[in-house]
């Protein structure tokens, strides 16, 4: 991750020096090398996602092929919305990348404490989705956690609850229930104990009024009250992530044109799935 980025843009190997210096560890090194094994524990990679996001924009605006100023909105989904909550200039990097550190240690340790998980349903609705819960919940935690794009729900609960899914999806007809390959049961109360951590961080941290909305994953939608924002990215940690909604309502403000920074190229295509019309952009690392 940022490789590549790091090497044609010098404004992206500062980024990533400049994380190093921060965390008090080599996270330019685990990014760029390895082993995956370690980058992709939560405590970790949430911080590498972050920077990495931030370095290639950087390096592209330095090297004149990025211009922030076109941008008239930003949104992320889960972790993402710090890195939108960055661009927006909510906080600067330094304090945004503490943030996520605490977060990510935080969610790890939870996860950690209860053996826990997610599970994408293909071909559900919102209320299908629900009834699922309630059908494969039993005594434990299984819940709605990210409304990703229409006909992709996903689910968080422990592993007992998640081993219902499938049987219960099937019985009211989702076409696939896939686990995907994550530490926990995140966006649901298994990390609450993240939750009361992660409050603490918030709490010593300044955040400035938004120059453009944030789309805020809780509510889909625009923050632009810097008073908000905390106890926003608090409630965040436990409560769905609201994805389709904040697109379809960026739609509905007027915006048609997104862009997606590395790495990956999940979001843009959520933007497809979900929106007609519109023109989306998966911003290469390096080209």
């Keep these: 991750m940022g490789l590549k980025a790091t090497q044609r843009w010098p404004a992206s190997a500062r980024m990533f020096a400049r994380a190093d210096e921060v965390l008090g560890y080599k996270l330019s ?3 760029h090398a390895g082993p995956a094994a370690t980058l992709t524990r939560t ?4 911080a590498a996602i972050f920077v990495t996001s931030i370095a290639v924009l ?15 909105a930003t949104a992320g989904l889960s972790l993402g919305e710090y890195t939108a909550l960055w661009f927006a200039g909510a906080f600067s990097f330094e304090e945004g990348l503490n943030l996520v550190h605490r977060r990510g240690v935080a969610m790890q340790s939870a996860a950690d ?4 998980g997610m599970t994408t349903l293909l071909g559900a609705d919102r209320a299908t989705a629900k009834a699922v819960c309630e059908r494969a919940r039993g005594d434990g935690v299984l819940v709605v956690a990210n409304i990703n794009a229409p006909g992709q729900i996903v689910v968080s609960g422990d592993l007992a609850a998640l081993a219902r899914v499938p049987e219960a999806a099937a019985a009211l007809g989702v076409r696939r229930a896939i686990a995907l390959v994550v530490a926990g049961a995140f966006h649901s109360p298994v990390m609450a104990p993240a ?3 992660l409050q603490q961080a918030i709490s010593a941290t300044h955040f400035s009024a ?3 909305p944030v789309y805020s994953n809780v509510t889909a939608q625009p923050v632009v009250d810097a008073a908000a924002i905390g ?3 608090v409630q965040q940690v436990v409560a769905p992530v609201l994805w389709e909604d904040s697109l ?4 509905a403000d007027g915006f048609t044109e997104f862009s997606e920074p590395p790495p990956g190229r999940v979001l843009a295509g959520l933007a497809r799935k979900t929106l007609d019309g519109v023109v989306v952009q998966a911003i290469e690392e390096a080209d």
């Design 29 to 31: 090194e685990l990014c």
């Design 43 to 46: 405590a970790h990679a949430q």
């Design 58 to 72: 950087e390096g592209r605006r330095e090297a004149g092929l990025f211009d922030p100023a076109r941008f008239a």
């Design 113 to 116: 404490a209860t053996p826990s």
């Design 195 to 197: 939750r009361a951590a």
């Design 210 to 212: 938004p120059r453009i």
């Design 231 to 233: 106890a926003l990215l």
């Design 248 to 251: 379809r309502q960026l739609a």
